[in-house]
T-cell receptor, first 113, second 113 residues
């Protein structure tokens, strides 16, 4: 089955700096890659996703890039703000298959004021 | 937040007792999932359902059973709770026909003493 590795497990940045979280996946057939944000004590919520026919996707201060050859994808947050502090999870799946989402182990992002 | 509720939200129980967690959705999503979340392990799939009375195991299904008698309800049962089942349990729903996005419930914090 799919295996998703996520790095780093913790990340601290100064407010205003950029943050990058990387994930690698094992199954080259995976073609849908969502990112979830989980604030302390809250539920995970989808913040951005990308499909394998696209190399990059942006939504305001967040962007996701995908390298299918290397089987890795990354979340980029620019101009970080204190409210960006949360745990971020990447995931991968073969869209339309019988398999289910496989999540990375999460990255605790702390934005220091 | 997608009409997904979980009950109870918090529960403390003793080793060896049965426990049932309930997930209720108003989104008419075909797929429903149970995850557990533990530090360092991210979100791990316990069981999922792809329709009424149709369920399958996830990666950490030992010690858990599920039932789905109606589209809107998905029950997770710990037949004889153990301390290793102390965790935060999240329900999620999705409509794989149109999107692989999953929507999460608020979570249940279970403590087994």
């Amino acid at each position: 089955g799919e295996n998703v590795e996520q790095h780093p497990s913790t990340l601290s940045v100064q407010e205003g700096d950029s943050a990058v979280i990387k994930c690698t996946y094992s199954d080259s057939a995976s073609n849908y890659f969502p990112w979830y944000k989980q604030e302390l004590g809250k539920r995970p919520q989808l913040i951005i996703d990308i499909r394998s026919n696209v190399g990059e996707k942006k939504d305001q201060r967040i962007a996701v890039t995908l390298n299918k050859t290397a089987k890795h994808f990354s979340l980029h947050i620019t101009e970080t703000q204190p409210e960006d502090s949360a745990v971020y999870f990447c995931a991968a799946i073969i869209s339309g298959s019988a398999r289910q989402l496989t999540f990375g182990s999460g990255t605790q992002l702390t934005v220091l004021p | 937040d997608a009409g997904i509720t979980q009950s109870p939200r918090h529960k403390v129980t003793e080793t060896g007792t049965p426990v049932t967690l309930r997930c209720h959705q108003t989104e008419n999503h075909r797929y429903m999932y149970w995850y557990r979340q533990d530090p360092g392990h991210g979100l791990r799939l316990i069981h999922y359902s792809y329709g009424v009375k149709d369920t399958d195991k996830g990666e950490v299904s030992d010690g858990y059973s599920v039932s789905r008698s109606k589209t809107e309800d998905f029950l997770l049962t710990l037949e004889s709770a153990t301390s290793s089942q102390t965790s935060v349990y999240f329900c999620a729903t999705g409509d794989r026909a149109s999107t692989d996005t999953q929507y999460f419930g608020p979570g249940t914090r279970l403590t087994v003493l």
